[in-house]
């Protein structure tokens, strides 16, 4: 479908995930047994809806095609399919990190680059 998908994610546990080798996801990502993903359209509404509480975040930018049978994309929010990925994330599908910081009123801001 896209050959870039994106994980918003806890700054510390990319950092973890890069000395271990592989991001496993977060508390909310076992609950649901796999790790939750966006496209790039889809990304500044999951910040928005499922973030706004959140101190600091960061937006893993992955190569969809290094996960292999592990990524599905399913329907999801309204309906439109979403990149759920059933396994680890090998750090060397993560092909880059976007610290992100909040605008004037509060909200958090997606660096141009990731800006639609």
């Keep these: 479908m896209t050959e870039l998908i994106y994980r918003i994610a806890d ?5 973890a995930a890069s ?20 496209s790039l359209d889809q990304l500044a509404d999951t910040l928005q809806l499922h973030y706004a509480d959140a ?8 190569d969809a095609a290094a996960l ?3 990524l599905k994309w399913e329907k999801s ?3 439109a399919l979403f990149p759920h990925i059933y396994g680890d994330i090998p750090f060397s599908a993560i092909t880059g990190i976007h610290l992100l910081q ?3 009123r509060g909200g958090w801001r997606l660096p141009s680059e990731l800006s639609r």
Excluded: K, Q
């Design 11 to 15: 700054p510390a546990a990319l950092a």
């Design 19 to 38: 000395l271990a080798g592989a991001y496993e996801g977060e508390a909310h990502d076992t609950a649901d047994g796999f790790i939750h993903a966006s």
């Design 55 to 62: 101190e600091r975040l960061a937006v893993a930018e992955i």
């Design 68 to 70: 292999g049978e592990t």
């Design 77 to 79: 929010r309204g309906g």
């Design 102 to 104: 909040r605008d004037e």
